[in-house]
Nanobody, 132 residues
Framework: QVELHESGGGLVQTGDSLRLSCTAS????????VSWFRQAPGTEREFVAALSWSGDDSYYADSVKGRFAISRDYAKNTEYLQMSDLKPEDTAVYYC?????????????????????????WGQGTQVTVSS
């Protein structure tokens, strides 16, 4: 089981930036797939972004491509989600999640689970609210 803790959420205005952090149990990134998800009121939880176990491949939802950037600090066991040009539709609770996963490499790119149903361990979430 992986322990995850998100932080960095808050209330911002349209066009602002925010950086979320996800601190995981030591060694989690070497054996687990870790991803960011979000859930707005009345909607299903959706994938936002992820890095492959190696850190070489990144994955983004179409709605955040070009605005969000994910990075990882192995020494701190922490992933960061840098969010720029925020929009009201980005308002949600943001979660990081982990699942034990052995990646395949196909066409030079690592596989990575993108569905929330595939994940076993979740953080408590951090609220991001973007006002118009």
């Amino acid at each position: 089981q992986v322990e995850l803790h998100e932080s960095g959420g808050g209330l911002v205005q349209t066009g602002d930036s925010l950086r979320l952090s996800c601190t995981a149990s030591e060694g989690a990134f070497s054996s687990y797939a870790v991803s960011w998800f979000r859930q707005a009121p009345g909607t299903e939880r959706e994938f936002v972004a992820a890095l492959s176990w190696s850190g070489d491949d990144s994955y983004y939802a179409d709605s955040v491509k070009g605005r969000f950037a994910i990075s990882r600090d192995y020494a701190k066991n922490t992933e960061y989600l840098q969010m720029s040009d925020l929009k009201p539709e980005d308002t949600a609770v943001y979660y990081c999640a982990a699942v034990y996963f052995v990646a395949d490499v196909v066409g030079g790119r690592s596989s990575h689970p993108l569905s929330p149903a595939e994940y076993s361990d979740w953080g408590q979430g951090t609220q991001v609210t973007v006002s118009s």
